[in-house]
Structure formats: C-alpha cells, structure tokens
C-alpha cells in the first residue's frame, strides 16, 4: 500500500536468508547507502537475520551484481533537495534468482525500496519475497500530510517517526503548520520575541529545523512551511502587538475556533516585518513553496477599526476580503523576492491574486473547481481531514479528480494532489500517530494508485498490512493503545477488568466532525487527551464487520439470524463492562452508561430480529417508537465517544417495520427505502 | 516504592478535584516549580482532571498556604548540581484538609512529590490522596543505574525516559558506561577521530552531554562518566593506534567478551592524551566523580610486549597487576589536577591506590569487604546485575550491608551504596526498558528504604503497581511488548494465535546469566534483538505463582490437587501454540519445541500428582528416570529462552519420589532434602 500502477504475480519466489546481499549499479549516493541500509535493518528485525556487514559496520555489498539477490540500478541523482514533479518511478522485477530495482532516478529507487520492504513475507518453509513484475509511478505530484504543532505540541520526535511511516506510503510531503493562534512554534532569532513570548517555551530551534529538512529529504519527502496570517495570529501579537489591527495587550489562546487577532494589512511595518522574518525562514526552509495560510479571517478587528476601513475606501479595496487580497498581493512580492511561490487555503482566491498562487481546498469540490478555473494550481484537502475521526473508507473515496469531475483536462492537469490534514486541537503526543495512521495509509493510496483503485473491502484488509508496517517503522498508533487503557482503566482495574474495556473501546470511536468540542466544551489546551475518546480511534473494526453483515440481510439475502450472535456478545460484554466499571473508580459513571447504551443496542437488535422473524407480529406504532427512543439513547455520545453499531441496528429495526413491504418493492427502491425509514429527517 | 522510612497511615482522605492548588512557602526556584509541574501534569494525565492556569500557560499558585490542597515547604535550596551526600530527607503529611510537604533542602521536597504522586487513587467516590504521615530518607547516598550506551548504542531519548524513571524511585546517580571495545559513545574535539572512527557515528554530541546533565541534575540525578581504560579500549585505539601496548591497526569489536586492545601504560604520551581528554571530559561531566573502568585487562597485549614488561622489570611493579597499578596512580594524579575523585571497579584495587579511589564491587562481597577494610568508600553492583535475567526478588534481597555483614561499623560506613548494571550486550533502545523495569525499582527500594524492608511478596505486589506508575512515566517497557509479539508472530498469526503466543511469552523467561550467548553463538552487535527470548522478560509471573504453590504442597498442607488446574492450562496452551506455530512462519521449529516442552512439563507434573495421590504405588527408578528425563527435556533452552516452571514441577516430582518419608523428617530436614533430590548434583 498504496497499490502500485502495474504488477503482474510471476510463480517463484526469492529465498530471504542471511546470505540476502544488494549490489547497486549506475547512480549511487549517501541517500540510497542510507536508504538501502534502512531498507535491510527493517528486514532484519523483522526476519531475526543478520547480513554481512564491513569491518566498518556497514552492510556488504556484493561485488558482482549477477550474484547479489537484489540490484538496485538508479540511472541518475536527484536534486540534492526532493523538488515537485520529480521523477519518482520505478520498477521491481522479483524472480527466483533476483530483485531487480530499476529507476530512472533516485527518488524512484527510495519508493521502489518501500515496495520492496511490503512485500518480505514468510512461511514454514523460511523468509522470501514473491516474484512479481511491477511497474510504478505516482498519479499526483503532491502527496502531504500537514501536522498542525501548534494547538498542541509536538516535539521533533513525533514529526520524525511520522516522516519514517510517510515515507513507508510513498507520500511526499509534510506540511509544517507553525503558527496559530495558541503557538509560535519556530525560533526566530530576528524577532526572538515571536517564540519566546508565543510558545510557552515549546517551538522548534533552528537547529531542530534543519534536521527536520535533512530527515525529510533524506526520505525524498519535501517540507513546505505555514505562517498562518493575516488572521490565526495571537501568538504573533503577544509579542508584537504593534503588528496587529487593534491594540494589545494580547495573550495566547487556549481554546479552540476562529478568534480576531489579526495582523494588520494598512500597516507599512507590517509588510517590513514580513519581509525581514520571512527572509529568515526561507533560509531555513529550502523549498520553494510558502504556505501563508490566510483562513479564517473573520475580520473583526478590521471591521471595528475605522483607519482600517478608511484604508479599505481610500484604495478601493470595496471590503475586508478585498484588504485581505491587497495583503496577500504584498506578500506574493515579498516572497517572490524571497524566491518562493505562494501556497493558501481556499479563502485567499481572489482576482487580484498572481496565478503562481497554489491554492489549497479545505472547504470542498467547489473551491476546488472555483480556484482551477481561476487559473491555480490546486490542493485538495477537503475530505481528508483526519482530525474529525470519520471512517477510512469516506477519505479513500474522496477523489481530487474523480470519473465524473466537472473540470476540462486542462484544469485538471492543475490539480497537484492533495494532503491529510493532522489538525491538533484534540491529539497530543501520546495519541497523534494514532490519528494520522494507518487511516492516513488510504490517503496515501488515493493519491498515488490508479483511480480505478477503489475496492474498499481490499483497502482494509490491506490497511491491517500496512498498519504493522507502520509500527515497525515507528509510528506508535498501537504502542500506546494498551498503556493508555491501562491509565484510564486505573490500578484497580484486573485483568478481566482489562479485557472488558479492551473490548468496549474498539466498538466505539470519537465523536466525529466537530462534535467534541460541544461534548467537551471546557477542554482548554491543558486538558488531558487520555479519556475514553482519546483511548478509541476512529474506524471501530468490530462495528464496521458488523454493520456489512447487516447490509446483507437487509438488502440480501443472509439469514436473519445470523445476526444474534453479535447482539448475544454486546449484551455478555455490557455485564462484563458493568463488572468493570466498579474497579475502574472515578470513571464508573462513564462506564455504567455506555454499558447500557450497548445492552439497549443488543435488545433493540434482538427485538428487531424476532420481529423479523415473526409470522403472524408486525410493528405498531408504540413497538416503533420504543425502538427509536432505545436506538436514541443508545447513539447518544458518552465521554466524547460513541456505539457506530446503532447506525446499522437502526437499519434492522427498519427492516422489521417494514417487512411486509420488502418483496413489493424492486431492490433499488428498497435500498433507498429503508434508510430513510431508519434515519428519518427530525422536523426543522 | 521504595518504601518510606516511616509511614503511618491516618484516617481520612483529601480529595483531588480540579480545584486541586499548590502554594509554596519558604524556600522556591525554577527546579522546585519544575518538578511540582511534572507532578501536577502526572496528576492530570492520570485523572483527566484540569488544573488551574495563568494567563502564562503555568499551574496557578495559591495565594494563601491556608487554602491551598499541597503546601511545599522547602526550608532550603540545594547546590546548583545535586551532590554526594546531599539531605534528601522530607515529610509528608495528609489530612482531610491538606498535604503538607516539609523538605529541609529541595531535594528532599523532589523526593517527597515523587511519594506523593504515587499516593494518588481514585474509587467511586473520586480521585483522592490518602491520608498518611511520611517520615522519609535515604539508607544510602549513591543509588545509581548504569547504563552501557555502547554494546548496544543508546540515544539520547532512551536516556532521558529512563531518567524520568529513576527520579520515580529515587535513584541519584546515572552512571553512563561511555567507551568499549565496541564503541566510543562521547564526542571529543580534541581528538575527534575517537567518535569519528569508534562509534559508527553513534555517540553523545557534547551538547547532548550537557542536555542529559541538565536534565538529570533538574530531576535531582547527579551523571558519573565512566571512560573504561586501560582494557576495553579497542574503540579508542581505532583512531589512535599510537596508545596501545601493541601495533594496530584496530578495528572496532562487534562481539562479546574480553579483548585485548589494551592503552600502553609505560607511553608518556598516552597520559598527555588521557591529560586532554579528560581534561576536556570535565569540563562536560562536573560531578566529582569520574569512572575509570579498569575491569577485565587480559594482559594479552602488555605479556607479549617485550618493551612493556622491561618497564614493569625496572620500575619494579612485579607484574601487570602492579603496571595498572601505576597506570591509575597517574591517572589518579591527572584527574586530581582536574578536581576529580576516581572510581574503577574491583580490579584496580592494589596497595598503592591512592584511598581517595572508590572501589566499585562487581565480582562480590568478598571485593566489597576488601576494599572496604584496605580504606576505600565502596559501591556495590555485584548482585544488581540486572542484564542476566535474573529474578528481581534475587536482586531484591541482595543487601550492601546485610544484617550478618562482617563489616566493623567503621567499614560500613565506607559503603555509599550501589548501582544496578545494564550492561547492554542483549539489548537495543526497543527493549532496554524492560531489562531495567520495573526491576530496577526493587534495587531502588533496597538502597532508600530501611534494612528490614524484605518482604518478597509485598515487593512484588508493589512492583506491579510501580510499573504502571514507570510506564505513565515515559518508560516503554510495557508498551514495546505488544509490537514486538506482533512483529515476532508475523503477519500470518491470527488474533487467537497472538493470545496463545502472549501466553507463552508470559511463561517464559530469557535464559540467565551469560547463557544467552552459548544459547546464540553466532550473535554480532548487528544481531537484531527481536527474537523469542527478546519479546520474554525476567521474571515470570504465572510461574512465579505456580513455583509458590507448589511450595505450599510440598513443604506446607495445600492439597496436591490444587496443582492439576495448572498443568491442565499449560496442555491447553501447548495445543493452542501448536496450532498458532503454523501460523508463524519461520518461527514454526521453535515454537512448536517450546509447545512440546510445555506438554511435557504438563505430563511430568500431571504423573507426579497421581504419584502422590496414590496410596498403594511408589516411584520405581524407572519412574524417576523418566520422569527427570522428560523434566531435561522441558528444562532444556529454545530459542534463548526457558520454562521456569520446570524447577518447580522437578520439586513436585520429588516430593512424589520421596513421599513416603515426609511424614518421617522434621520440616526443615524435609526442606532441605526435597530439593537435593529434585536438583541432584551432576557427577564431575
């Protein structure tokens, strides 16, 4: 994962063993030697094995490339930094005899070694690598995940394992957000005042930048930095309140949502400012793309200040998003002069802004199409906001370009890609890789592999692949999962306490969207994220199974029954969870209630199927009700997390109320029916 | 853990809300509002409760003592970097009302939060603090870890989580094991062709050095360097080949053992070298203390030196024992220049060692006692060998200063203390945590709590306790192990396969002492560490329980048929590892073997229950040699891992063999034949 452009399975397979040696003919360089090498450590842990090494400690390599088990033939460098549209394709062609990995240069040779590490498997019979003939290359240029490290934190090691498993997906950029409202997260030795005063000490040095770049590049994985302006700016203003549209003093945010602090446009210094902190951090981010953020400007600081709007009048600029546009176009020249290209999201699309701007849609198709059609270069990330916990499968689906896009091939050969956006309002260091994988992996393929790839079943299954991957490489997603159930659980807890809540928390998941904020409306940016919510991930395995085996029996043709097992084990669970509870001291009320919520579930489900089942019974009026406000209760969240189960025991209760009407409807009639039976629009 | 001098518990209890405030009276500085926030933010993670904030981002203080729920009393500071022998005394006193945290210096009050962070609770009522007079200090000064950072390079995020875990149970002293045959682990810029050519480019950066002593010192920790010389050197001489006693060139050592690179003691310029060095080294390390290793010098080289041993010849220092001798005399002469004391292990002792030397006892009580009585202060680590695997209640019960010690009161006083030594041959940053956790603790107990605290038991149950609170902490040593069973299993292991195999591992334990490497002959520094005996950890729990109840049957009145429950699980379980061996690819050979011990362990003691059950049958030496026959088999070593539960099930066979004499010899005759029978001596 993601699924190469081409493979065709050859019978044969390459025998793994300790004697596995690399020969690399044409191009070589430190970042294949490192990428080669890391490459064979993974394979090693993974297998016990050791390789050859040098007196040096270096792994050997075979002298004669006609006795090495695996070739690596790069044609040519890359640019000392990984650039856009780089060439990144490659070969992989595995016979009994040998791997051979061919590219035409060496960002395809790192990608193909990825495959490579993906496809080490073993049996009985010992370590191999099956033949296969694969032919590879991205279908977009621009694959990124954004980490926001300023809502919450994230020290140098979170962004460093998180660049190991992007590159384990073939994705090629990361997106540093480094300023918001709540942080300053970058050293600025001009304007030492920026992280001092805006980060409560937690930012990256200029040092720990670097290594960031290096790391990343070393992994062919470009890094686009975010100052978030005009609006996002408190951490700005703290310690420069001049710079701002109203007067200070300001202190940092430690909430979350759009706030006014905004820098001020009509303000000459500002622009001064810009250009000496910008030309800094050019300096210390190579790439040629800026992101200036530009979101979320609700204007009303300019709004209330009347040189402000007189400013607006004067230049006929006609409202704030025109004075927004007139910033902008500043700062387009700024950085120009600065050697870099402007990126923005959605809201900085205006008529006055240079094409060279690239946009990036977090609002949807429209923007999307909105900024093509001007003229931009493109980034789509709306869809794939990994920060709101909705299932795999929805991000996966959500094509940049899909078979039925509305734009002309020439706007759709704008369109770069996209990126995962890791916002972190809700994740700390514990919890992010638990976010950001492996749903991000689906991501990952939707931007490199074929549109037609798009079996969702296969997908999860390969998910849980990747997934392990993922942790050898070191994202922690499933390290931490055990040791936080064992905090929230608390000393008391015994191990068939444990079990029990292992088990409650993967049938449920976060609340989804921006729902956790009004479950949890006091959370600050202290607040602990090691509750129940933060426990669960998005994406309940046991719910999903579920939920597929109901589908076919309401809209196929499995038995009924085949269902009870499930509700049976929900309603075991639930005594197993009250059981718990007891043990689990201060979290007990929490418990009780979503052990209630699943037995409400387990006897909806159950009631559902004898309805189902019954001859002679149909469903009045008062069973229909009592079901719905069992089913209500049941879905309401609890401790920010929530049963995904209700949803298709809803359907089956839909189901049992109109049974009588299945045979009479054609089944695409029912399909659409039955959902409208379950989820019922509530009165406006 | 450890265990106060004095605690008495009082009734009452002081609830922990949100509410929940500081206030500090007397003495107060940034270490002191450092750690009450660690401790606070420990309080939050655990509870998921808030605590109050300023506009600043840090934990609001109280106003008035009289109202707030902690009061720290410090009475005064300590020096800027903790010292030998410092006060760390505190008390701590609960009520309803309030904690009261009395320090006379503030190490004393860092002690005492890391007390009453682990008095924090929580039952249905809410969280709280229990109420509890504490009257606290150390038995001994030095309560130090060493870790060896170059077997196995360590970097410096496994330093620092171990660092926060040693504050946790009030260990004092890290003791960095910085260069060995296999690598030189520290930067130099006098001669950087040591790290440069000794360490694969894996060493401390000097600014890592100074982050790792500010970190220690702000944790109360002091940081003692050990530069181990004139043996162990081979990484120094890699890049200076001019100061061994013979020609090089050198290479590093990937394996392990004694070697022979060994400094030339009769070369001036080997001391206007070490002159240097250590002169730059100071000015990294300022603690007194500075370790010079001197262990294990094979002579090899020095015999063979004709120029070397005319020089013993002339200054008359009788053999290679009186050449280190004179070698550490003028070390001891260099490092007096630079405000340094020496320590070395046992090995430097000799009549001409300056007394100011501390001895550091690894070889025994014997060199503990003659050191001590030759004038020396003295560290014990003999016996808190911590890398052989050994049980933690071994470890436990091993006592610096027990009470039948030979030592005259004067002599005793000479003992400071000890260190637990992980030394770092088997283990890598992914499993040296569960090396040193949570058994460390329990060292860490012997060397702060009273000589009388010796309760195996209650050790144990705390240490279940202690573990999580290490975990909570930083430490990975729970949260590594599921990763690496899935990673060990393969990708092929089912669900089910995985919890056979969790059992399993949970019933072994890594073969002890330097079995390990005659288990795994082959293994280089390359060798990954995530085998079978990688994934298993020290101290069986399951067996540990088994071992005590067949205690209670052979030696007490339990029923033998309390056994059969055991014996009948472990059948199970070599069922079910069986069927998950196929699951496990390569893996397969080993599992299926250790599946066929467990059966047979299970036989074994299965047959010698009837034994004992029966009334009318007696073991026949048929009996008896089948029976230890297949216990050989089931005790023989796969994989670098054993069954613990073989010594106990050989005691049961015993008692079996020998049942009819139990009723004829006093209990303790009784106790001391049963296990000459089941541990026979081999003939020679």
Redesign the interface.
């Known amino acids: 994962m993601p699924l190469p452009a081409e493979i065709r399975a050859v019978s044969g397979r390459l025998a793994v063993t300790k004697n596995f040696s690399v020969a690399v003919t044409g191009h070589t360089d430190a970042r294949l030697s490192a990428a080669i090498a890391r490459a064979l ?1 993974h394979c ?8 050859g ?1 040098t ?3 270096l792994f050997a390599r075979a002298d004669d490339p006609a006795r090495a088990s695996l070739v690596v033939a790069c044609a040519g460098p890359a640019a000392d930094l990984p650039q856009l549209g780089e060439d990144e394709s490659y070969t992989l062609d595995i016979s009994a005899e040998r791997a051979v990995l061919r590219a035409p240069m060496l960002l395809g040779a790192l990608r193909g070694l990825e495959t490579l590490g993906q496809l080490l ?4 019979d ?2 191999f690598l099956p033949a296969v003939a694969i032919r590879d290359r991205p279908r977009f240029p621009w694959r990124g995940l954004l980490i926001d490290v300023c809502r919450h934190w994230q020290p140098i ?1 979170v962004i460093k394992r998180n660049l190991d498993a992007m590159a384990l997906v073939k994705l090629n950029v990361l997106h540093l957000h480094l300023t918001e409202d709540q942080g300053f997260r970058v050293e600025s030795k001009k304007f030492p005042r920026l992280h001092e005063l805006g980060s ?1 000490g937690n930012y990256f040095t200029q040092d720990e930048i670097r290594e960031i770049v290096a790391y990343a590049a070393e992994r062919g994985i470009r890094v686009v930095p975010e100052f978030d302006i005009p609006g996002h700016a408190a951490s700005w203003v703290v310690g420069h309140p001049e710079l701002a549209s109203a007067p200070g003093p300001y ?2 945010v ?1 909430t979350w949502g759009v706030f006014d602090s905004t820098l001020d446009p009509t303000n000459e210094a500002v622009y001064t400012f810009l250009d000496t902190f910008l030309g800094e951090m050019v300096s210390l981010f190579p790439d040629p793309y800026l992101h200036i953020g530009g979101d979320e400007n609700n204007g009303a600081q300019w709004s209330a200040n009347p040189r402000i709007q007189a400013f607006i009048h004067e230049h006929g600029l006609h409202d704030n998003h025109g004075l927004q546009a007139y910033f902008n176009r500043r700062l387009q020249e700024i950085l120009a002069r600065h050697g870099r290209k402007l990126v923005g999201w959605d809201e900085i699309l205006h008529p006055d802004l240079p094409k060279t701007a690239i946009i990036q849609s977090w609002r949807g198709a429209q923007g999307l199409a909105d900024a093509t059609r001007a003229g931009h270069t493109v980034l789509l990330s709306n869809g794939y906001y990994i920060d709101l916990s909705e299932p795999t499968s929805k991000h996966y689906l959500n094509d940049p370009l899909p078979v039925d896009t509305p734009l002309a091939p020439e706007e759709q050969a704008r369109v770069l890609g996209g990126e995962a956006t890791m916002w972190s309002e809700w994740v700390s260091p514990e919890t992010i890789d638990s976010r950001i994988w492996p749903r991000t992996a689906a991501i990952a393929e939707r931007l490199w592999s074929p549109r037609d790839v798009t079996d969702v079943d296969d997908m999860y299954r390969r998910l849980g ?1 990747v997934s ?1 991957r993922l ?2 490489a070191g994202s ?1 997603h ?3 999962r ?2 936080m159930l ?2 929230y659980a ?3 807890a015994t191990e068939e306490s444990l079990a029990a809540l292992r088990e409650l928390v993967a049938l449920v998941e976060p609340v989804k969207g921006y729902q956790r904020g009004r479950e949890q409306p ?7 994220l ?2 129940l919510a933060d426990c669960a991930t998005p994406d309940s395995q046991p719910s999903r199974e579920f939920a597929k085996q109901v589908e076919t029996v309401v809209f196929g043709d499995a038995e009924a029954a085949s269902l009870a097992p499930w509700f049976a084990e929900w309603g075991r669970l639930a005594g197993r969870v009250r059981s718990a509870a ?1 043990a689990c ?4 009320g929490e418990l009780m209630a979503l052990a209630d919520q699943l037995s409400e579930a387990s006897q909806a489900a159950g009631e559902a199927l004898a309805m189902l089942a019954s001859q002679t019974e149909t469903a009045d009026l008062a069973w229909r009700e009592a079901m719905f406000a069992c089913l209500d209760r049941a879905g309401t969240p609890r401790a920010a997390v929530e049963l995904p189960l209700v949803a298709p025991v809803r359907l089956l209760v839909a189901a049992a109320i109109e049974k009588t009407r299945r045979g009479t409807m054609p089944p695409d009639a029912w399909r659409a029916h039955l959902p409208a039976i379950a989820f019922p629009k509530k009165p406006e």
């Open positions: 450590r090693e842990e993974r297998t016990g094995l050791t390789f090494r007196a040096d400690g498997q073993g049996d009985a010992g370590w090691e409560d202190v940092l430690r692949y392990r942790a050898e922690r499933e390290a931490n055990e040791p064992r905090r608390g000393d008391r006091e959370t600050t940016q202290f607040t602990p090691t509750g007891a001291g201060p979290r007990e």
